[in-house]
């Protein structure tokens, strides 16, 4: 291959990806929210999705404002996520295509498979609506797993902060007249800790970047069975059990319109979800076409604990039930319920905890110097 040829027909490519990025970040659960609900009330009023489309393009431009509008119009040629959106489903229907694959590119999977299965079904609207309220969980489910992180970042910020500021600035003070080889309890403690931090403090944030990013990468793409592990625990544990929830919704809204086979329905989320939902559903459904399992019960055979097992066994106890589909929505609503308020309580434990850790840390370094000035002071007279 002449990688001189490749260059430049893949840099075009490359900036569409980057501007795909872009948009997918900045179309929130709260901003998908508004869009969806947006499309269902136009289009219950008997509007065409193409004039619902124009009209939701032509309020953003209208209404949008600031540095960051004339940002993303200079990148992706509309002042905001949503407009971008708007233009491309614009365009998809214009193409005569289903509206649908317009919004491919920007919205997660499982909220792509709701919606399509209302596009093909006609049943637009209960889609539209039903997404409009996985969205609105997203975002509770967001803005509590941010809270979760909250506090123990800004403690760690804060402990990170002290001891490097007194590897740096202090404890070199006090090194001039007593070296820190001759330190004893717990200032030796102290420098300990600060040593630690001062002499590898590249390490330990280039450490915790990768572990980061590549943590946030796993969650939608990392398979197997060291993800069978990881699914038991954080934040995999958490992630497995929103993306099951939202997949008994797309479930529950296919199923209504009764023009598709469970298994039908199931191969076709399998087939438009991350590589993590595809692994989990793909064994289900396998057991089910192979040896007439039901949904709950092909779920707790495959022994992957998804989308939880006590929401497997509750799944299982209705399996063939007549109303199934709308036991289906109930219990994946009562079950995010529940996660939510579980994320509340974790959030306020695993801040006790970090106050309680920022607190000793800050305990033993100040003690420390405490002692190391009175050892110093000793030495002086």
């Given at each position: 291959m002449n990688?001189?040829?490749?260059?430049?027909?893949?840099?075009?490519?490359?900036?569409?990806?980057?501007?795909?990025?872009?948009?997918?970040?900045?179309?929130?659960?709260?901003?998908?929210?508004?869009?969806?609900?947006?499309?269902?009330?136009?289009?219950?009023?008997n509007i065409e999705i193409k004039v619902t489309m124009e009209t939701i393009l032509e309020t953003e431009r209208a209404t949008a404002r600031g540095i960051v509008g004339m940002l993303l119009t200079f990148i992706a040629g509309e002042p905001t996520a949503t407009a971008v959106v708007a233009r491309n489903v614009?365009?998809?229907?214009?193409?005569?295509?289903?509206?649908?694959?317009?919004?491919?590119p920007y919205i997660p999977p499982e909220e792509f498979m709701l919606v399509a299965a209302g596009a093909e079904t006609m049943a637009n609207v209960e889609a539209l609506r039903t997404a409009t309220a996985i969205s609105t969980q997203r975002a509770q489910v967001r803005r509590r797993f941010l809270a979760l992180l909250q506090m123990p970042l800004l403690n760690f910020i804060l402990i990170y902060g002290?001891?490097?500021?007194?590897?740096?600035?202090?404890?070199?003070?006090?090194?001039?007249?007593?070296?820190?080889?001759?330190?004893?309890?717990?200032?030796?403690?102290?420098?300990?800790?600060?040593?630690?931090?001062?002499?590898?403090?590249?390490?330990?944030?280039?450490?915790?970047?990768?572990?980061?990013?590549g943590t946030w990468i796993s969650l939608p793409n990392l398979t197997g069975p060291i993800r069978t592990v990881l699914d038991k625990f954080p934040p995999w544990s958490v992630y497995r059990e929103a993306v099951g929830i939202q997949t008994i919704y797309t479930v529950a809204i296919a199923l209504a319109a009764r023009t598709q086979q469970l298994t039908t329905i199931l191969a076709n989320i399998e087939n438009n979800s991350t590589p993590y939902l595809a692994s989990?559903?793909?064994?289900?459904?396998?057991?089910?076409?192979?040896?007439?399992?039901?949904?709950?019960?092909?779920?707790?055979?495959?022994?992957?604990?998804?989308?939880?097992?006590?929401?497997?066994?509750?799944?299982?106890?209705?399996?063939?039930?007549?109303?199934?589909?709308?036991?289906l929505a109930t219990i994946a609503t009562n079950w995010l319920d529940a996660y939510v308020r579980r994320m509340d309580r974790a959030a306020?434990?695993?801040?006790?905890?970090?106050?309680?850790?920022?607190?000793?840390?800050?305990?033993?370094?100040?003690?420390?110097?405490?002692?190391?000035?009175g050892q110093m002071t000793a030495l002086i007279h």
């Open positions: 990688i001189a040829d490749y260059l430049p027909s893949s840099l075009p490519e490359f900036l569409d990806a980057c501007r795909t990025w872009l948009i997918k970040s900045l179309l929130s659960p709260d901003r998908r929210r508004d869009l969806y609900m947006d499309m269902a009330n136009q289009i219950d009023a614009k365009q998809t229907l214009e193409s005569g295509q289903n509206y649908i694959q317009g919004f491919r002290l001891l490097l500021g007194a590897y740096t600035k202090f404890i070199p003070l006090l090194t001039a007249y007593l070296p820190a080889e001759r330190w004893t309890g717990s200032a030796a403690d102290a420098y300990a800790m600060a040593s630690f931090v001062g002499e590898n403090h590249w390490t330990i944030i280039i450490g915790l970047t990768v572990a980061g990013v989990r559903i793909q064994p289900a459904r396998q057991l089910m076409e192979a040896y007439g399992y039901k949904l709950g019960e092909a779920f707790r055979q495959t022994g992957l604990d998804f989308p939880d097992p006590a929401l497997a066994y509750r799944l299982g106890r209705y399996d063939g039930h007549p109303d199934y589909q709308s036991i306020k434990t695993i801040s006790g905890l970090a106050m309680l850790i920022t607190a000793t840390v800050l305990t033993m370094l100040m003690t420390g110097i405490y002692d190391a000035t």
